[in-house]
């Protein structure tokens, strides 16, 4: 097809057995995703597109039912040409997909809809193991945040070191993990969803997918319906919040109310858990961790409890109650005594409990008197838990005492910290950024001592947590700026890229070899080489 000498392909994918709703237009592959659902509106938001990598990559979608999309193509033209392109390619498309009430068309088993509402793409063998560079739940291998061996890039921007760039069906706040040869992220569609309107909470899906690690390409997606009654709505980070977890079984993933659900990695559910039917306004956040046959399920919002789950089929296994007021993931490490020890924070206390039984063996007053966000890191044998707006932000305890050690294992608290993004622990010295007042802090391990806090211009706020891979520390705001600050107690700031889709940046930065993950609200990005 020529528009205005512009050369441009597309391919009409059809829907499978759905009803078409308000049509949504996305053109990946520029500066910025832009979403329209009228021409109006389009030629308002098409003017300042920057092309990444010289080339437009147009696709109309069902936002109700995302995937597959309706149209896809792709061209390099001007602003002008675009909405051109957008006119006579994917509206005719739009409509005529609009104007039928129903479509149906024969399709092979394996692209058709699975129970449970899930949506196949393709499907593959399982991973046979691991990668030594999977980073295989939230914050990684260990929960921390460290790639010891990531060789991670520098610099990037629209134009250069991008790898890929895979538009999203949907919005979400949690990360990407990785394993062998997969990637495997979470995002909602249906309701509530940023830019797109309409929908009700009987509409809302959350969404596993599963995409190729090395090319980006969506391999599979996995929809679930919600359990109703839900939330009426999520503040600022949506329905998808919980990073999955994976192991070479299955990919867990924690969907609030709705349950645990464990899928193996051709994309069969295999088990699904209840948690708890409660809902929040904050929607839940912490993600599910492996340890041994377990999987460990923070549910404070749910029922205001801590649950094991036997990994291969969902059964409870122990139960931990009074979890209040707590969204941070637990991090399970070694006391200085050799014992493993699972930390929580909740509200006024942190916990150190047995991973196995869910035994209490200490807890210790925090004095931060709101809810805790933050996830703990773990040095020597030592917690750090950061926490709330004002007051006590951050302590130290040291692992492996009994009952109550306030007294004996507090080692310091201090005024300074954070409300949302978790810290990360390096060679002796903490290391965080606050999530409102664009500051990057770091302070001595020993005492708490604050050794620099230094503005990020230009910053906003930081939910996503840092990731320190490569001497670097990466820090990822809201708006796609990314801060890279030299792991050391000088500070350096060694570059700030900025990757804005002008969309939202709620989860956080992935390691992965010479590479990093970046998700957006709408995009998952894969810069380095």
Not at 120 to 140: E, H, I, L, Y
Request: with cysteine; glycine share 10%.
């Amino acid at each position: 097809m020529d528009l205005g000498g512009v050369a441009t392909s597309f391919v009409i994918t059809p829907v499978v057995c759905q009803v078409a709703t308000k049509p949504l237009i996305a053109i990946a592959g520029t500066g910025f995703p832009v979403f329209a659902q009228s021409r109006s509106h389009f030629n308002r938001v098409s003017r300042n597109l920057i092309p990444l990598a010289g080339k437009f990559h147009l696709i109309a979608y069902n936002p109700r039912f995302p995937d597959p999309p309706l149209v896809r193509f792709s061209l390099m033209p001007a602003p002008f040409q675009l909405r051109t392109a957008v006119l006579l390619v994917c509206l005719p498309a739009v409509l005529t997909t609009a104007l039928l009430p129903s479509v149906a068309i024969p399709v092979s088993a394996d692209e058709g809809l699975s129970q449970n509402n899930t949506t196949t793409v393709s499907r593959q063998a399982k991973p046979s193991a691991a990668n030594p560079r999977d980073w295989s739940r939230f914050r990684g291998p260990d929960g921390l945040g460290v790639a010891a061996h990531a060789d991670t890039p520098l610099e990037w921007n629209n134009e250069t070191g991008l790898v890929w760039a895979t538009p999203l069906p949907g919005a979400g706040a949690s990360s990407p993990v990785t394993w062998n040869d997969r990637i495997y992220l979470t995002c909602y569609t249906g309701y509530f969803v940023p830019g797109v309107e309409g929908g009700t909470p009987a509409d809302l899906r959350r969404h596993l997918l599963a995409f190729d690690r090395a090319t980006g390409k969506l391999l599979r997606n996995q929809a679930v319906a919600a359990r109703l009654p839900e939330e009426e709505k999520i503040r600022d980070h949506g329905f998808a919040a919980s990073t999955p977890a994976v192991d070479a079984d299955f990919v867990y993933v924690f969907f609030g109310k709705t349950g645990v659900l464990a899928f193996d990695h051709s994309g069969r559910e295999v088990w699904r858990a209840d948690v708890g039917e409660r809902t929040h306004g904050w929607g839940s956040a912490a993600s599910p961790v492996l340890y041994g046959d377990l999987l460990i399920v923070n549910a404070s919002v749910e029922s205001d409890a801590l649950i094991a789950l036997d990994r291969k089929t969902g059964a409870e296994r122990w139960r931990v109650e009074g979890i209040k007021e707590s969204w941070n993931t637990p991090l399970v490490a070694r006391s200085r005594e050799g014992r493993q020890e699972l930390i929580l924070a909740i509200q006024g206390k942190l916990l150190g409990l047995d991973p196995v039984t869910g035994k209490s063996l200490w807890s210790c007053q925090t004095d931060i008197t709101w809810y805790m966000v933050p996830s703990c890191v773990v040095e020597d044998g030592v917690a750090y838990c950061l926490g709330g707006r004002s007051g006590v932000a951050g302590l130290a305890v040291r692992l492996g005492g009994t009952g109550d050690v306030t007294a004996t294992h507090r080692l310091w608290t201090s005024q300074k910290g954070t409300n949302v993004s978790s810290p990360i622990v390096h060679e002796g010295h903490l290391y965080w950024v606050n999530d409102q007042r664009e500051i990057a802090y770091c302070a001595k391990a020993e005492t708490g001592e604050v050794v620099y806090e230094q503005r990020l211009e230009r910053a906003g706020q930081f939910y996503g947590s840092p990731v320190l891979a490569n001497g670097r520390l990466y820090y990822l705001s809201r708006f796609g700026r990314t801060f890279v600050v030299a792991a050391k107690p000088e500070f350096e700031l060694l570059a700030t890229n900025d990757f804005a889709d002008r969309t939202l940046f709620n989860g956080s930065p992935v390691p992965d070899g010479k590479r990093l993950l970046i998700r957006s609200d709408t995009f998952l990005y894969c810069v380095g080489e």
